[in-house]
């Protein structure tokens, strides 16, 4: 997972979303990218996948 940002523009990208999801401001970001680290960790095949599980 990544959260970059894109000039004025922030985005998260992870292996569970197809393309990366953007955002105007950098708060509404760290909350989806908060919100995929928890998806993620839940995610028994991904999790096995990244070696986690």
């Known amino acids: 997972m990544t959260l970059e940002r894109h000039g004025d523009r922030f985005a998260v990208a992870?292996?569970?979303l197809e393309?990366?999801?953007?955002f105007d401001s950098?708060?509404?970001?760290?909350?989806?990218?908060?919100a995929e680290v928890?998806?993620?960790?839940?995610?028994?095949?991904?999790m096995s996948r990244l070696g986690g599980a």
């Not at 928890?38 to 991904?46: I, R």
Request: aromatic share 4%; charged share 35%; no cysteine.
């Open 38 to 46: 928890a998806a993620v960790e839940k995610d028994p095949e991904l």
């Open 19 to 22: 393309q990366a999801t953007s």
């Open 26 to 34: 950098q708060d509404e970001a760290q909350r989806a990218f908060d």
């Open 14 to 16: 992870s292996l569970r």
